[in-house]
């Protein structure tokens, strides 16, 4: 049994919701899925490139930290995939 | 100023180092848990030197949540050092309160490493049973330190007060290849708690990681089991590299072929027991 039962719960989906808002905002279009306190960015190709930058990087894990999220990583999406679609 | 404080730090490593000997004399004959990580390696080797060959053996457990190439490293510096090796399988995968992976799984890995290891040494008139803890692992989430304590095994290193990073320093003093090493801990800890350990997910985990230092990543590595997500962790210097887009696709084309079906790259990069951060057993 995985403990990952809570991708689904609402508070979780809010929180995940909120900070994809605020990261889109903030220059990096994404959406969030939520997995207990880890949250993966879902971005389309070449969103990912621009995290190279630390001080975004940096940005983007406060960001994160504010929702409650204690871990951020980022979807390494296939070439020429839609990584804003939930994937199978 | 750096290099004051090196100096420092190396005479203060080899002061203990001289303690140490002292206490390993004072024993006679020592068994070591040995894993061949940048601890019990040191141990075993100053051991060895104090000792000499005939009253030191550094004993491997060997199991599915144990690296192959963990296991080649150790030989290869047992080898290397004159060090007499015996390795004992252990059996916690069939352990049910192991392999639900409780935040204290750790205990229960132990309990069956020490529980053979040390009835084991005492048959071969090793009175003595030590481990490579150090001191600046006293203190944090480390239930398997319960499990030495039950079974009377000691921690000199952790007892003499010394760091990582001046076992480091006297490591790199004797020659001994794992001075840098990056920590290796067991495969398990990839798995969150509460996600079972199984052989076949440790396998995907060991065979994934190998995948990613393929590709010439020697620093600190994870590769973090989240279903069907792996999360990789890279040491933070390395995130610029690895997010330019064709070493992205070339890490996340590498696990794949190990067999996850999705990758993601951590932002913050490699932390020691991440995963007692994202379950809230220890804070960021």
């Known amino acids: 049994m995985s403990i990952f039962t809570s991708v689904g719960d609402a508070e979780s989906r809010r929180r995940a919701d909120q900070l994809a808002a605020n990261l889109t905002g903030m220059g990096l279009p994404c959406k969030v899925e939520p997995r207990a306190a880890l949250a993966v960015l879902l971005v389309e190709s070449g969103v990912a490139a621009r995290l190279a930058d630390g001080e975004l990087r940096r940005a983007a894990l406060a960001l994160a930290r504010e929702q409650g999220f204690t871990h951020l990583a980022v979807e390494l999406a296939p070439p020429g995939a839609d990584a804003t679609l939930p994937r199978p | ?284």
């Open chain 2, 1 to 284: 100023m750096s290099r004051i404080v090196d100096i420092d730090n190396a005479e203060r490593a080899a002061e203990k180092e001289e303690a140490l000997a002292a206490w390993l004399r004072a024993c006679g004959r020592v068994a070591i848990g040995f894993s061949g990580g940048v601890d019990s390696a040191y141990l075993a080797v100053v051991a060895r030197r104090t000792l000499g060959g005939e009253n030191v053996l550094a004993i491997i457990g060997r199991s599915a949540s144990y690296p192959a190439e963990q296991w080649a490293a150790a030989r290869r510096v047992a080898d290397a050092f004159d060090v007499t090796v015996l390795e004992l399988d252990t059996d916690e995968m069939n352990d049910p309160r192991y392999a639900a992976n409780p935040s204290n799984r750790c205990y229960f890995c132990k309990s069956e490493l020490w529980g053979k290891v040390v009835p084991e040494a005492t048959q071969r008139g090793f009175g003595t049973v030590v481990d490579g803890t150090n001191a600046d692992d006293v203190g944090g989430h480390r239930p398997g330190m319960q499990a030495a304590n039950e079974h009377a095994v000691a921690s000199p290193l952790a007892e003499l007060g010394f760091s990582k990073s001046e076992i480091r320093e006297r490591s790199r003093a004797l020659g001994l290849p794992t001075w840098q090493q990056p920590a290796s801990p067991c495969l398990s800890s990839r798995l969150p708690y509460g996600t079972s350990v199984t052989p076949e997910r440790l396998h995907l985990v060991e065979q994934a990681e190998r995948a990613v230092r393929a590709l010439g990543v020697t620093g600190d590595l994870r590769v973090r089991y989240h279903d069907d997500v792996a999360r990789v962790e890279l040491a933070p210097a390395e995130l610029t590299t690895w997010l330019e887009p064709r070493r992205a696709e070339s890490l996340r084309a590498a696990v794949v072929s190990a067999g996850f079906p999705r990758v993601a790259l951590d932002l913050r990069g490699f932390r020691s027991g991440s995963l007692n951060v994202l379950h809230g057993v220890t804070t960021a």
